[in-house]
């Protein structure tokens, strides 16, 4: 009998330590390639795997949260960094807290004393050789970046994130909100509705004005300094804009030019536009609203658009240094190579934000390259699981338009009857979401030697 080649996983964060030892436990040998221990980055303080850099909460672990639900799927399938987040556990309510050191030391010891996992302490300079996954997160070396780049073009990765906030289309006011094409546009190929494809939101002077008070003294978020990018004009905060001059976003992504208000037939003064998001039209993205506010006040001042009143974020948006791949147009499904299916990415590289999310794809491309040495084919949760759905998102979003996504749940499979209440709405998500996973994992036979 062949001895299974050894797998290479590059990167020893959530995702990369996840999957390290979920392949290990799985019965391959690896090499886990972690660069600090030889090389520092701006964020990290210790050459622990899995350190915790910002945040030390998961969130929520209440399943009718997305979170939550993504977590306890996670479950199912026996990750252990939720193991060790159990163990360092801290009281914050609902919300998985966790001590940074003992957690840091839970996963790091797990992995280091696997018998079948071997830890070198080195930079990887270029995409490796398969089996392998690349896992290195938001903060990856030039020289592999310039690798990957290289391998899949030149315009597969970005490396700052410029997030606008992204809404649930039934907490938009359809009365005031008006459907068409950007700026009055013909309606582009593969755009739906003879209406337009954006949502517009009118403002009459009045209103703008407010609006730019508002944004002139609404509270910003300074991150760290590793967290620091220049501001390009294509990303520039919508604060920003507003405070180099009252008309700049009425002559910027606020213009109003070809556009009618339905109600008074009217071109409005300005006019904030939302794009979908995804195919079904459950999300919606606010147009050239990238923004470094903080988050109340990212509610409050986006809740002063005329139709988003009552604005459920979906996503809250951001500005951050961030390397990551452009997945739809460059991965497979299974967030591969297209032309070499046994290297695979994971974490924040593959366009996912958080830590659960990352975690979950380390998680998922160790059960797909444990599959694929085994001579079967790789296998993705269906949509109406929370993994599955962002996978989905992953390989569905508009390429031209992607941006790294969290777990919420505008991405799950819309229910075949949907309750106005939204506390039944997502327990009954759960519900389903839970029982097709533990059915997915019966069907394929997932689980790992130590899931419960």
Not at 18 to 26: N, T
Not at 81 to 103: E, H, N
Not at 208 to 226: G, N
Not at 393 to 422: C, I, S, T, W
Request: glycine content about 8%; proline content about 6%; overall charge negative.
């Amino acid at each position: 009998m062949t001895e299974s080649p050894t797998v290479h996983v590059v990167g020893g964060g959530l995702a990369g330590s996840e999957a390290a030892f979920q392949l290990a436990e799985r019965g391959h040998r690896v090499v886990l390639h972690e660069m600090r221990g030889v090389r520092g980055t701006e964020a990290h303080k210790t050459d622990r795997l899995a350190e915790l850099v910002c945040s030390n909460t998961f969130k929520s672990t209440e399943v009718t949260n997305a979170h939550g639900l993504l977590k306890a799927e996670m479950r199912l399938l026996g990750s252990v960094v939720l193991q060790a987040a159990d163990v360092a556990r801290v009281a914050a309510g609902s919300a998985l807290a966790v001590d940074r050191d003992v957690f840091s030391v839970q996963v790091n010891d797990r992995v280091v004393n696997h018998p079948r996992v071997t830890v070198t302490r080195e930079e990887v300079t270029a995409v490796p050789s398969a089996p392998a996954i690349i896992a290195t997160g938001p903060l990856t070396s030039e020289a592999l970046a310039d690798s990957v780049r290289a391998r899949l073009g030149v315009q597969s990765l970005a490396f700052y994130d410029a997030i606008a906030p992204i809404l649930a289309v039934e907490s938009i006011d359809h009365e005031v909100a008006f459907r068409a094409a950007r700026w009055d546009k013909e309606t582009m190929e593969g755009e739906q509705g003879e209406e337009g494809a954006y949502l517009n939101c009118p403002m009459d002077k009045e209103q703008y004005e407010a609006f730019i008070d508002a944004l002139a003294v609404a509270d910003q978020f300074t991150a760290h300094e590793f967290d620091k990018v220049p501001y390009f004009e294509g990303c520039m905060p919508v604060e920003e804009m507003a405070r180099r001059g009252r008309e700049s976003l009425r002559f910027g992504p606020m213009k109003p030019i070809g556009l009618r208000d339905p109600r008074t037939g009217k071109r409005p003064w300005a006019v904030v536009q939302l794009r979908r998001e995804d195919r079904a039209g459950r999300m919606w993205n606010l147009v050239g609203f990238q923004t470094r506010l903080r988050i109340p006040e990212q509610q409050r001042i986006v809740r002063m658009i005329p139709g988003l009143e009552g604005a459920e974020f979906l996503r809250f948006g951001s500005i951050h240094r961030n390397s990551y791949v452009n997945a739809p147009a460059t991965l497979t499904p299974h967030l591969s190579l297209r032309d070499d299916p046994a290297v695979l990415f994971a974490g924040q590289l593959t366009g996912v934000e958080g830590y659960t999310e990352s975690t979950a794809t380390g998680l998922l491309a160790a059960i797909n390259l444990s599959r694929i040495l085994a001579g079967q084919a790789p296998v993705v949760p269906p949509p109406t699981t929370m993994l599955g759905a962002l996978y989905r998102y992953l390989r569905e979003a508009d390429p031209a338009h992607f941006q790294p996504m969290n777990a919420n749940f505008g991405l799950l499979e819309e229910l075949p009857e949907v309750p106005r209440d939204k506390t039944k709405k997502r327990e009954l998500y759960a519900e389903r979401s839970l029982g097709v996973m533990a059915a997915w994992i019966a069907e394929h036979s997932l689980k790992s030697g130590f899931a419960p």
